[in-house]
């Protein structure tokens, strides 16, 4: 089946230093899956980040970005400088050809004053 | 104002007893889901439905049943509760499935003693 891997539970970050947390995938689809990453905040529910549909293609949001990269079949997140607004859990996932969603397990982002 | 609402947001049962997650959304969508996440586990899809009718259930438990009183209801029922049901229950909805934006509510933390 489709699989989702983030290998980082935690990351602690310096406010305004580069991010990277990586994610990768795995699917059993003949077409190329959605790719998505989610961000929790503290007492809230998950909510979309950003959204790629198109492998090669870029999402950009808030300053965060990814690329659907379908040769590696990685769709890291990226942001050149956090801010401590940004400390939450952050989810990679993927949609193929049903409507099931499937997610990684997702990555703490801890960014320090 | 949270447009997904989940009751309560902890919850705390006994080894064999029976409780039951509350889910109502008000964005007018026609998908509901649940997902589940234990600790260190990916967020895991149990079922999804569509227009109140059960389209996929990843759950291979007969203990969990989603009910679905109303279009924007997602009730999930939990009988006989173990420990390793401990987990947060996330509760979710999109336009009308496959592959729309999920919207999450805040979730609901079970902790089974």
């Known amino acids: 089946g489709d699989s989702v891997t983030q290998t980082e539970g935690q990351v602690t970050v310096s406010e305004s230093k580069s991010l990277i947390i990586n994610c990768t995938y795995s699917?059993?689809?003949?077409?190329?899956?959605?790719l998505f990453w989610y961000v929790r905040y503290p007492g809230e529910g998950l909510q979309l980040l950003l959204k790629?549909?198109?492998?090669?293609q870029k999402g950009s949001s808030r300053g965060f970005e990814a690329t659907y990269n379908k040769e590696t079949t990685s769709f890291h997140l990226q942001k050149a400088s956090v801010q401590e607004s940004d400390s939450a859990v952050y989810y990679c996932?993927?949609?193929?050809?049903?409507?099931?969603?499937?997610f990684g397990t997702g990555t703490r982002l801890q960014v320090s004053p | 104002d949270p447009k997904i609402i989940q009751k309560p947001k902890y919850l705390v049962a006994v080894t064999g007893s029976e409780k039951i997650l509350i889910c109502e959304q008000y964005?007018?969508?026609?998908?509901m889901y649940w997902y589940r996440q234990s600790a260190k586990k990916p967020l895991e899809f149990m079922f999804s439905?569509?227009?109140?009718?059960?389209?996929d259930n990843q759950t291979a438990s007969s203990r969990f049943q989603p009910q679905s009183s109303k279009k924007n209801h997602l009730d999930l029922q939990i009988t006989a509760l173990k420990p390793d049901d401990s987990a947060t229950y996330f509760c979710?909805?999109?336009?009308?499935?496959?592959?729309?934006?999920?919207?999450f509510g805040a979730g609901t933390r079970l902790s089974v003693l």
């Open positions: 979710a909805s999109s336009q009308d499935g496959s592959q729309n934006t999920l919207y």
């Open positions: 699917t059993t689809s003949i077409a190329y899956p959605n």
């Open positions: 790629v549909i198109t492998a090669g």
């Open positions: 996932a993927l949609g193929s050809n049903t409507d099931k969603v499937v």
């Open positions: 964005l007018g969508h026609n998908a």
């Open positions: 439905y569509s227009y109140q009718k059960l389209m």
